[in-house]
C-alpha cells in the first residue's frame, strides 16, 4: 500500500471526522493505525479506509482493542515515522 498516499488520505479522513490518534506504513507493506473517537466516526473512518485512495488495493482490515500505553491518545491525528 505505501506509494499512494494512504497515510495522508487517511490523517485528512480522520481529522475530517474529529478523530485522534495515529497511522504509519510497516516495513511489511503493511499500514497500522490506532483511532480514538465516537463509534459512528470510527466507523465512517474504518469505511473510507476500506476503500482507500486512488491507486490504492486494500486487501484487508484488521481491528484489535488497544491496551495499556497504546489506548493513550493526546489528541489530533498525525503520521508517524515507519516502524
Not at 486487501?59 to 491496551?67: I, P, T, V, Y
Not at 500505553?69 to 489530533?76: K, L, P, R, S, T
Request: hydrophobic fraction near 40%; aromatic fraction near 4%; glycine fraction near 14%.
Amino acid at each position: 500500500m505505501q506509494g499512494v498516499g494512504y497515510r495522508e488520505f487517511a490523517r485528512r479522513s480522520a481529522t475530517r471526522l474529529g478523530i485522534s490518534g495515529w497511522v504509519r506504513n510497516r516495513n511489511n507493506g503493511a499500514v497500522e493505525a490506532l483511532v480514538q473517537g465516537a463509534a459512528a466516526n470510527i466507523e465512517a473512518l474504518l469505511a473510507e479506509m476500506r476503500r482507500g485512495p486512488p491507486g490504492s488495493e486494500v486487501a484487508h482490515l484488521r481491528l484489535a482493542e488497544c491496551e495499556g500505553n497504546e489506548a493513550e491518545i493526546i489528541g489530533g491525528f498525525v503520521v508517524r515515522p515507519t516502524r
